[in-house]
């Protein structure tokens, strides 16, 4: 079982223990970004590195989506580490600036979805989606698409794979982690839209009863802020190329890390860099590797000597998909 980004827990339960006044913190199942049983958990671990950082004691809670509803209004939880704002803020709640985008694309096994630009271009076609995005006021105004509602990530790849609705609309990063379980058994892989049809991010809240909260949040978006900035976030998301303005200068920055791996060192990988603000990049940019600056391509090479090449596999089992695959 692929153990990166790993995090140990029992049950539906992950637990940092810490003194009586850790801040707790839920969130649902969600494939390589929330999990609770030991698989890759991208949001589990940025939000830990986080605090631990903050030196604010936490614990975070993974359970099924009626019980963290319940866990909100009960108060058993201070709030959510994995909230995706897709319209549905609440009053009794205060928000952190986005800590990751969330760039929802329709792929499919045609070739034909890179001219899908447009969520219009999707009218009277069956779409592969999960509860977590059918369900919010976003999508609920869609009425012209015939929506395929899946409790997971896996049953709504599945719906793909056996041809029960021709495209499917996921997370770009969840997208290229099942591409991944493609290329290595050498089938084709998923063909996605031109451009990204619902744009959102990851933020935590917190209780506006907690008398804190504004403050742990200011606190919580500086942090966030140097772990873009510095290769922490390479090596937690398994990203190689991020962006970023880092200076404010409007132009963003290439970041990277020695820690991640890299497919091979080649410019032209910079074409797939993932972005975090949304900000253009130039001719100019600079780059920044393990937080260190460097002012053209040629500079950053010399802190990238280190890197041996090489390809890294799916956060996504292949144990749990290899009869998907196997009938592709």
């Not at 030991?38 to 940025?46: D, T």
């Amino acid at each position: 079982m692929n153990k990166l980004l790993a995090a140990t827990g029992l049950g539906l339960s992950m637990l940092f223990f810490g003194s009586a006044s850790a801040v707790t913190l839920g969130a649902s199942p969600f494939a390589t970004y929330v999990d609770a049983e030991g698989e890759p958990a991208r949001l589990n671990a940025i939000v830990e590195e986080a605090f631990s950082r903050m030196g604010e004691d936490l614990q975070l809670e993974v359970m099924r989506q009626a019980f963290l509803g319940s866990g909100l209004l009960s108060g058993k939880l201070d709030g959510e580490f994995a909230f995706i704002d897709l319209g549905d803020q609440k009053s009794a709640f205060l928000y952190s600036e986005p800590y990751l985008p969330l760039q929802l694309y329709v792929s499919s096994k045609s070739e034909n979805v890179k001219q899908i630009r447009l969520i219009p271009h999707l009218d009277s076609n069956r779409v592969a989606i999960e509860n977590r995005f059918a369900n919010t006021p976003k999508f609920r105004l869609i009425k012209d698409i015939k929506w395929s509602r899946n409790p997971s990530s896996f049953d709504a790849f599945r719906q793909l794979a056996d041809d029960r609705a021709p495209y499917l609309m996921t997370s770009f990063l969840l997208v290229d982690e099942f591409n991944r379980l493609l290329r290595a058994d050498g089938e084709e892989m998923l063909h996605y839209s031109a451009a990204p049809l619902v744009k959102s991010s990851f933020h935590i809240s917190l209780s506006t009863k907690m008398a804190n909260a504004k403050q742990l949040l200011a606190t919580f978006n500086d942090t966030i802020t140097k772990m873009q900035s510095d290769g922490t976030y390479n090596r937690l998301l398994g990203v190689t190329w991020l962006t970023r303005d880092v200076d404010g200068d409007g132009v963003a920055e290439y970041i990277t890390s020695t820690n991640v791996n890299h497919a091979k060192i080649d410019p032209g990988l910079l074409t797939l860099a993932y972005s975090l603000d949304g900000k253009p990049v130039s001719d100019n940019a600079s780059f920044i590797v393990d937080g260190e600056r460097f002012a053209s391509w040629n500079d950053a090479l010399q802190a990238l000597e280190t890197v041996t090449p090489s390809l890294r596999p799916s956060l996504l089992d292949p144990d749990v998909y290899k009869r998907m695959i196997q009938r592709w």
